[in-house]
């Protein structure tokens, strides 16, 4: 958002004067590094399944158990498993695969059902998104849970297999390449085993829910892995805007985190 040319000489002189930089470095010292941005996919959908929409979009399961590892091993701050109940023991929970194939049809309720099922699989990815709903109604859901099983890029096996070159990997592209490979999808989807589960967003809120349980902002909002950088940080951003050589360069606010980072 815009602020006016004296507002902004206020605030930049606060943080001037109240906080200290700290340069941020990947573990091999290195000073650059990628930023990707991330945004609320669009789907189509229903409350109701009909032959136009039959990919269910599940809110969290009964049966999904998470176990916080910082109750038995404080060294593991933050970590958490994911599981279910088999008799007695913790086992890991459903793949994507066993997700897709029914199992949670008994544990887990269908917020949405979607027309397609690629959309549905970066809805996941993002992590919050909206339903347009055949009303004209738009429907914000975001992430709740998701089923403990590793991230796994399905651009970089695309890339491995020769689909699609490593220069083409962009989420277009694997779009394009799914429209033309109906048969081979399902495999490459369920090469990513992990699942997102969503819960209903209020209707009126500004922007989705992030990691600090308030609503992002555009342009302004970043994700980030809080290991080392701290939610509620502020972070500046010096990098260049997306496929152009233009500088991109400003305060942004540590507000959200993701699987993939």
Excluded: C
């Excluded at 199992?103 to 027309?115: E, M, N, P």
């Excluded at 590793?150 to 970089?156: A, D, M, V």
């Excluded at 496929?243 to 360069?249: F, G």
């Amino acid at each position: 958002s815009k602020i006016a040319p004296g507002r902004l000489s206020v605030a930049r002189q606060f943080f001037e004067h109240h906080f200290r930089p700290y340069r941020v470095a990947g573990v091999d010292g290195a000073g650059s590094g990628l930023i990707t941005g991330y945004y609320e996919p669009l789907l189509s959908g229903s409350r109701q399944r009909s032959s136009r929409y039959r990919y269910p979009l599940y809110s969290v399961p009964d049966d999904l158990l998470a176990v916080e590892l910082t109750d038995l091993h404080p060294e593991l701050k933050g970590q958490r498993l994911r599981g279910r109940l088999h008799g007695r023991r913790v086992v890991p929970y459903y793949s994507r695969a066993e997700i897709d194939a029914g199992s949670v049809t008994r544990s887990a309720a269908v917020l949405f059902w979607v027309d397609d099922p690629i959309d549905l699989f970066f809805l996941q990815v993002q992590g919050s998104g909206q339903i347009r709903l055949d009303s004209g109604e738009r429907v914000r859901v975001g992430f709740a849970d998701q089923n403990g099983h590793p991230y796994r890029s399905i651009g970089r096996l695309l890339v491995e297999r020769g689909e699609l070159s490593a220069d083409n990997a962009s989420m277009q592209a694997i779009k394009a390449w799914a429209r033309q490979h109906p048969d081979k999808l399902a495999e490459v989807l369920n090469y990513n085993a992990r699942y997102v589960f969503f819960r209903e967003s209020k209707a009126d809120l500004p922007g989705p829910i992030g990691a600090l349980g308030v609503p992002l902002m555009a342009g302004r909002s970043l994700a980030v892995d809080p290991t080392y950088v701290p939610l509620g940080a502020r972070v500046f951003l010096d990098t260049t805007w997306p496929n152009s050589k233009q500088p991109l360069q400003r305060l942004m606010m540590a507000q959200d985190t993701g699987s993939a980072i």
